[in-house]
């Protein structure tokens, strides 16, 4: 029976150095996918340090609400503030018709007079307060009260820009100017009721936000493009698998060469035993490339270098399973289709839904709640998750056992499933 195997497993090696172009295709070309998209992808996941968003500024305030606006935007190092286009000042209508034709992603309007008559707001307001308190000074003359009416910041947007990103920009705004209305009434309460130096209310925030991340050795474990892109194409790779073994199947059936291998006699599982053999070394090879590329050459692209460090052995392990699950996909897609043109669109069909609905393109978190739950029915959800558990979580063998059961379960249901139907039809 070992003999009968490694004859499979030769077999196929030979199969596969007679389409020397296509063995190349499967290892050059996700090399090239995994290298192009961590490049474009890579300034989504670098700090707001090293992107600023140019924005455009229409100040007709001019006071210090205009002055804190322009000072928050300009620390917080995600947009650099253009006020001059072609060195002419920028007016609204510029600016909006700059922001439309797509020059740029964002224009902020500050309308005049917004720092004047929210003091002037605030204090009538105080000074009701005071009032009804009855500690106003009733030396005071009484003043006609001015109507003030409620003022816009407005905000205009690219209309390709994402709906994510014009909440978060129109949440930044109201918070700085809630912030600034909220010292506006500390201060004239401070002015209207504090004698001497010293403040009685205090302005800095009682409630602050820190983010806990996990930490190894003392150094916090950041995210980057490189963790999230090579485990997430290896797995879209190792599935890829998919269409030359179904195809390399459909062939053997068309050429009557498994007809000669049964009579010989080859039970079919010893058959399948050596493709899986063959193509999981050709799995691993893929894996192991990535992971290469990841370590070294990324680093001389300007990319973030992968960390393997003492992580290998368990992401080696996922890749494995991961290979196993291809393969079970593969087996039996080649074993039900009976033409080429039946496993070869199918086949790369259903590796990219596979891969869109297992968050290889679109993290989860971010699709619908409906596709949440449709994702775990993909493989490749199960392996990320995994990969993400080891690079990301920091987690050992016992933490990623039930997605790597998981992918066991589906090579052992995807091959029965084979080995019966081709039962089945030899029987018929």
Known sequence: MMYKFLMSVYKEMLLLKRDFGGLVILFVMPLVLIVTITLIQDSTFKSVNESRIPILLVDHDNGNISKTVKENLNESGSFEIVTKIDGATVTEASAKEAVFKGKYQLAIVIPEKLSADLQLKVNQNVGKIVSQLGL????????????????????????????????????????????IETQSIYSTFQDQLGEGDEPIFEQESFITFKEIVPKVNDKEILPNSVQHNVPAWALFAIFFIVVPLSINIVKEKGQGTQIRLITNPVPYAVIIAGKTATYLMICMIQFFLMVAVGVYLFPYL?????????????MSIVALFSGLAAIGFGILLGTIAKTQEQSAPFGATSVVILAAIGGVWVPVFAMPKIMQYVSHISPMNWGLNAFYDVLLRNGNIVEILPEINLLLLFFIITITIAIGYDKKKRAV
Do not use: C, H, R
């Not at 005071?140 to 001015?146: L, P």
């Not at 905000?155 to 909440?167: E, G, I, S």
């Open 302 to 314: 300007g990319l973030p270098v992968l960390d393997v460090d003492g992580k290998l052995l368990l």
């Open 136 to 179: 106003e000074d009733t030396t005071s003359v009484v003043k006609e009260k001015v109507v003030v009416k409620s003022k816009e910041v407005k905000l205009y947007f690219d209309p390709a820009t994402q709906l994510t990103f014009k909440n978060a920009v129109k949440s930044a705004i109201d918070k700085m100017i809630s912030q």
